[in-house]
């Protein structure tokens, strides 16, 4: 399938559902989404719908997919800007879907995460929230077409902040120029959270 490579395109105004369903089986391994969620497919997918919701909605969000010759979305990705976060009656509907239809413990595991996640964050930083291929599109360039799309999207003055709980990402956005700034254990998972730098001269 190389030869499809060139055939990708990235699409920077999807559907959040769109991109909550290509998240779900993107990241159907991953370890803070298996430890947040468990095992069910449902229930992964519900979290991804009502997170996204609640994150597309903040001014400024971006979201992209990438399809490939089928237009079968392949990949996704969600950026948040700099000092924003959901509004007190966005943060209750999250909840209120979440506790819904994926219960308490996702509840209060997502909480946790982002807690210890959040109090990494550099001022002025956009964060990247996800960035998922899904597996049969793995190894073929997808992950770095996302990355090169969105870092481009990025004011060259501002600075850009991820978080990992699977260490096999770490070469990837290394590669990018992202620096680990800590490691932080939280329950069974080892949160990396990494950092690039605003551009030269920006």
């Not at 803070?32 to 903040?58: D, Y």
């Not at 290394?174 to 990494?194: D, E, K, N, Q, Y």
Request: proline share 9%.
């Amino acid at each position: 399938m190389p030869d499809a490579v060139g055939l990708w395109e990235i699409d920077d105004r999807p559907d959040s559902d769109a991109c909550a369903g290509v998240l779900t089986d993107a990241f159907a391994r991953e370890p803070a989404a298996s430890w947040i969620c468990g095992e069910s497919g449902a229930v992964r997918r519900h979290w991804f719908a009502a997170t996204l919701r609640t994150q597309t909605a903040l001014p400024g969000a971006r979201r992209y997919t990438l399809a490939g010759p089928g237009e079968q979305p392949l990949g996704a990705a969600v950026l948040t800007p700099p000092a924003t976060s959901p509004s007190p009656l966005a943060q209750a509907r999250w909840a209120v879907g979440t506790l819904a239809h994926c219960g308490p413990g996702a509840c209060a595991r997502t909480l946790r995460y982002l807690r210890a996640a959040e109090a990494q964050t550099p001022e002025g930083a956009w964060t990247l929230e996800f960035l998922g291929v899904v597996p049969a599109a793995r190894g073929l360039g997808a992950g770095r077409r996302l990355l090169d799309r969105l870092l481009a999207d990025i004011p060259a003055a501002d600075g850009v902040f991820l978080s990992t709980a699977d260490p096999a990402n770490v070469p990837l956005y290394r590669r990018f120029g992202f620096t680990v700034l800590r490691r932080v254990p939280l329950g069974p998972l080892g949160v990396v959270a990494m950092y690039r730098q605003p551009a030269a001269g920006g």
